[in-house]
């Protein structure tokens, strides 16, 4: 069947707007929303919510009209993903700056009495269909959201589809989003994984197939524990005489034991009087017992362990990677790799229940002490080297059980050095990576959302004779998308071959950005990704000078420059020369970088020696640089640090082909949207033309009248009065129970009557050949106008043909 033209266009239209309203959702700058910025999303939330309906009803005819039914599958997917993805996001963006605001004006007025606690926030389970989770989610979703008045009904349904996956997804895929069906659902769902036979034979299966304890060790008789009592709570609940099964149970789960623990039952058992009866507490009390004694010689075994550890002189390595520190120890490597670090068990640290009960802040303390991968918690390696995922809330290049919220970069080596005889400082040497957070959430990994700074620094402690290095800034005219100018500080780097921005400018700004997808190498090879590159025309404070430059967008290019305070009444700089950076001597953060495709345009042929320990005066076409190496005489005492502002951009072959690779799946996806601009009708399309020329007619009221085109004659319908008469009633016995639905249905189907849209008809004035067409209501709480809406349908069959089939569609 041909598809409607206008139908497609309107789908196109709905993907634009859920896009430009993913668009604007990413633009926002989640930590500092204005009170205006807050209401204006809450109305693009209402105004998103209620365009679904809409593309549901034009996806659902154009679906009905196609008979290529899996690409139209494949492009609802694709939609709701987006759509319910974008909604999420808002969702969650708008209830953080509500809560932030409750939070704020809750310890203003109640700081003098309480504090304020904030508790962690319950997460709905989520069901992939498995009888073994059933009852927790069944449970949990009926407290949390089911039982709950306070929510409607259509948000309810969208926490129903949110929590579900996999099979469990599939099962109410197929019913239309709508507060009205949310009941439907649910009763479904229930319908489907409530079935207490199955779930009964699924928890005794599972005690059944306990796996077997190979090695004595307190975590697999813990973990024994918990499966049995698990199992047994499921079905004490679904009413099985559990507390009858003792000798069973002790027997089944007897088999499942070590050497070790068997033995040791069998003589706890042989020091209990012959006629005392051995019920199942009293084994699962004996196995908690075994499992306490056994962790605390565990714990024994770590505390010696770590001793004889503590003992051993290291050799720290400085390495500027996002890692632990590598301590050259490889016996201690060697034993780390084949015990758990924490307790010295047969297991993995992310499987250890001792580190797994530790809060996050505790855990991440732990990792340089065990020297393990930041990323997968493994010996051997750096993260930075690490080719597993990262972390699955923040994305960047570490593991989620040492996750915590505003995740700072600290000194991985602090290594401090000191001469007891002569008590002078030494320098004290850092190895730093830097994680900066995007205000637009732009991300410069492939595999990570953490924006890598491009300058390595080195921090030594301030001593009495140690001096600083000034590096070249200047401040530039940097022309606006309206040709406003605006004031930036450029740190000029012979070292870089290309120029870098700051999202913080661009944005300002407000340029035009292309998409790119390069990477940008620094010190130690360290690398990470750009998306954005954009045009940006810079000019001189006195309009000598201008340039047009190519610039990447970062996050950010380095720290403060200068690290450290200059003191000016020393420095003997000329009055009559005009300075490229007047408050060079102030740190100062640093909006761009002009590389070497620039630099020596910039550079003059003046130089100006100060003086012995100051800097040099080096002429440009943006003024006067301050540069150099300076004594100490003249900056503030403080943490100096060393910078490499050293980049190089590149792309490698993958990225070449990812780019081109997205480019053409681009292309095919507007090809699949385009609708040709000519009009050129079908053999079926000039029939309804000729059809409608001949059998249109104007009514008395204005109003047009047009015979319904058929396809197909009428006689090959069936008789559709049993089907019209069996969903009439149906519809009667529903809305029986539903007093205000009546009301609403009968008053549309008068006012229906009323505008002559139909008539009562007696059995005598019956024609001979006639049709049924059932009828049922479309409930719409969120409209302004008619709530309820009643749709005739025609697709209700009556022998291999409906009467929708045999008529042709509009176009």
């Known amino acids: 069947m041909p598809e409607d033209k206008e139908q497609i266009r309107k789908r196109a239209s709905y993907k634009g707007q859920i896009t430009a309203f993913s668009n604007y959702l990413n633009s926002l700058k989640v930590s500092s929303l204005a009170a205006t910025e807050v209401n204006e999303l809450q109305l693009r939330i209402s105004r998103i919510e209620s365009m679904y309906e809409r593309y549901d009803e034009v996806q659902l005819s154009i679906e009905c009209n196609t008979d290529n039914i899996d690409a139209q599958i494949s492009e609802r997917t694709d939609f709701e993903s987006l759509y319910f993805k974008s909604l999420s996001l808002a969702k969650r963006i708008l209830a953080d700056c509500i809560k932030s605001d409750d939070v704020s004006s809750d310890g203003g007025s109640h700081s003098g009495n309480h504090k304020f606690v904030k508790l962690p926030t319950i ?67 229930c319908d489907r994984y409530d079935n207490k036979r199955l779930l009964i034979q699924n928890h005794v299966t599972a005690l059944f197939n306990i796996a077997p304890i190979n090695k004595e060790l307190s975590v697999n ?74 962790e605390t010689l565990e714990m024994s075994n770590s505390g010696a362990t770590n001793r004889l550890n503590s003992s051993i002189k290291y050799a720290p390595k400085v390495k500027a990677m996002v890692s632990v520190r590598d301590t050259g120890n490889k016996n201690g490597s060697a034993f780390s790799a084949k015990l758990c670090p ?57 593991n989620t059980l040492v996750h915590v919220a505003d995740y700072q970069s600290k000194p991985i080596t602090d290594i401090n050095t000191s001469n ?56 530039i005219k940097v022309i606006g998308k309206n040709g406003c100018p605006y004031i930036a500080r450029a740190i000029l780097d012979s070292g870089s071959n290309a120029c870098l921005i700051t999202e913080e400018l661009y944005q300002r700004l407000g340029l035009p950005a292309q998409n790119v997808n390069q990477s940008v190498v620094g010190i130690n090879n360290a690398s990470a990704h750009i998306k954005k590159i954009c045009k940006v025309s810079i000019k001189s404070l006195n309009d000598n000078f201008s340039s047009n430059l190519h610039c990447f967008v970062l996050p950010s290019i380095t720290q403060n420059v200068p690290t450290r305070y200059v003191n000016l009444s020393n420095l003997k700089i000329p009055s009559n020369i005009s300075l ?153 016995r529903r809305l029986a129970g539903q007093s205000q639905v009546y009301e609403m249905y009968k008053e549309f189907m008068s006012e229906y009557e009323s505008l002559g849209h139909m008539e009562k008809c007696e059995n005598d004035n019956l024609p001979r050949k006639m049709h049924f067409i059932p009828h049922h209501g479309v409930l719409r709480e969120s409209s302004t106008t008619t709530k309820l809406r009643v749709v005739f349908n025609a697709s209700s069959p009556t022998s291999f043909f409906s009467f929708r089939p045999i008529i042709f569609l509009a176009v």
């Open 123 to 189: 997460q709905l389970p989520k069901f992939n269909g498995s009888y073994d989770n059933w009852l927790e989610f069944h449970d949990t979703f009926m407290s949390l959201i089911h039982s709950n008045d306070e929510i409607d009904d259509i948000n309810k349904f969208h926490y129903l589809r949110a929590s579900l996956e996999g099979p469990a997804a599939v099962v109410i895929q197929s019913i239309e989003f709508s507060a009205a069906n949310y009941t439907v659902a649910w009763t479904i769902l």
């Open 420 to 475: 007891t005889s002569s008590g002078n400082n030494k320098p004290v040497m850092q190895g730093h990576f830097e994680q900066t957070n995007s205000s637009t959430g732009s991300q410069l990994s492939s595999n990570s959302n953490a924006h890598l700074s491009l300058s390595a620094k080195v921090g030594t402690a301030s001593c009495s004779e140690q001096g600083d290095v000034l590096l070249s800034t200047a401040l």
């Open 221 to 294: 008789l813990k973990r024994l524990i918990d499966q049995i009592n698990k199992n047994l709570r499921a079905l004490e609940s679904l009413g099985e005489p559990t507390k009858q099964w003792d000798t069973l149970l002790i027997h089944i789960i007897t088999q499942k034991l070590d050497a070790k623990t068997y033995r040791e039952w069998e003589e706890s058992k042989g020091r209990l009087e012959k006629d005392t009866p051995i019920t199942f507490d009293i084994f699962l009390m004996f196995l908690k017992n075994r499992a306490d004694l056994i």
């Open 580 to 732: 490229a950076d007047p408050n060079f001597h102030s740190p100062a953060p640093v909006d761009m970088l002009i590389g070497a495709d620039v630099f020596w345009d910039l550079i003059g042929t003046q130089r100006l020696k100060l003086g012995d320990g100051q800097p040099i005066l080096c002429e440009t076409s943006l003024g006067w640089l301050v540069s150099g190496p300076i004594d100490y005489r003249y900056v503030k005492k403080g943490v100096n640090f060393i910078k490499c502002n050293f980049t190089r951009i590149f792309q490698d072959e993958a990225s070449k082909d990812l780019d081109e690779d997205i480019q053409k799946q681009l292309v095919r996806f507007w090809h699949l949207e385009e609708v040709s601009p000519a009009s050129l009708y079908s053999n079926e399309e000039k029939l309804c033309e000729e059809h409608f020329l001949k059998n249109t007619t104007r009514l008395a009221n204005g109003r047009f009248c047009v015979r319904i085109p058929l396809k197909h004659n009428p006689d090959v319908l069936g008789d559709s009065w049993p089907r019209a008469k069996k969903c009439l009633l149906s519809l009667e």
């Open 342 to 398: 924490k307790c010295k068990g047969d297991h993995k640290l992310s499987s250890c229940p001792q580190f797994l009960g530790l809060s996050n802040d505790v855990r991440l303390q732990l990792l340089p002490e065990y020297k393990v991968c930041f990323n997968c918690l493994n010996s051997g390696h750096y993260a930075n080297h690490c080719k597993k995922p990262g972390c699955k809330i923040c994305h960047r290049k570490h």
